[in-house]
């Protein structure tokens, strides 16, 4: 893996993603789908494969945010507890995007109480 350094930490990559693109309570998404538009977004180091993400998909999980309902080798399928949120955090000054029960802010560098 090398040293690459998002501008944006991707779990908040794929948050805003998950906002702007599955941002509903009965869709199907995928880890494949969400890493392409990150691709695509430029803000990633371009030998990076999805394995390369899969603590950020992972801390989605954990955060309660998705759940994983299907899984094939790399590709999961995931769909949303509840609706996604945009807000700002005040701390880190970060426009972030979380589930409703969320009260932390899912900025790796700042996690204040929202």
């Known amino acids: 893996m090398s040293g690459f350094i998002p501008k944006t930490p991707f779990v908040l990559q794929i948050r805003k993603i998950i906002y702007e693109n599955f941002n509903e309570d009965d869709l199907r998404f995928n880890n494949d789908q969400i890493f ?45 507890f509840d609706i996604v949120e945009k807000q700002n955090c005040n701390s880190c000054n970060q426009e972030i995007f979380i589930g409703k029960e969320e009260k932390t802010c899912p900025n790796p560098s700042c996690g204040a109480t929202i």
């Not at 392409?36 to 899969?54: A, P, Y």
């Open 36 to 80: 392409e538009i990150i691709r695509q977004n430029g803000d990633i180091d371009s030998s990076w494969i999805i394995d390369n993400l899969e603590e950020d998909f992972k801390k989605i999980c954990d955060d309660e945010l998705v759940r994983c309902i299907a899984q094939n080798f790399t590709t999961q399928w995931y769909k949303l």
